[in-house]
């Protein structure tokens, strides 16, 4: 009875409320990886939600916002390093403005 719970469980839609907190366990794995860099990362208050909002998908879970937080976040703190905008050791403020995510050195 166990699994079978388990099984269907695995399958039961997810929330937009659900995603939101998945979303902020994510930031949190991001900013663990990014102090290997080193960058200090701070995420704003709004950024998990605005995550969730773009990544959200009752059906699939949280893989489709696993896939939106390596795009918006990971994929650009890549690319900011790369293009030297970004260097080891900075401390990175994340925020959204106007329906994006906006990175700033502090």
Known sequence: AAQAGGILDAF???TLAECVRIAGRFLEEVSRHASGVPLSLHFEN???CW???KG?????GARELRR???REVEGTLSELLIEGALHE?????????KDRLQFSRN
């Open 89 to 97: 050791g900075d401390s990175v403020r994340i925020r959204v403005r």
């Open 51 to 53: 995550l969730a909002e």
């Open 46 to 48: 709004d950024v998990p």
């Open 56 to 60: 959200f998908h009752p059906d699939y």
């Open 12 to 14: 039961n839609p997810i």
């Open 68 to 70: 939106t937080v390596e």
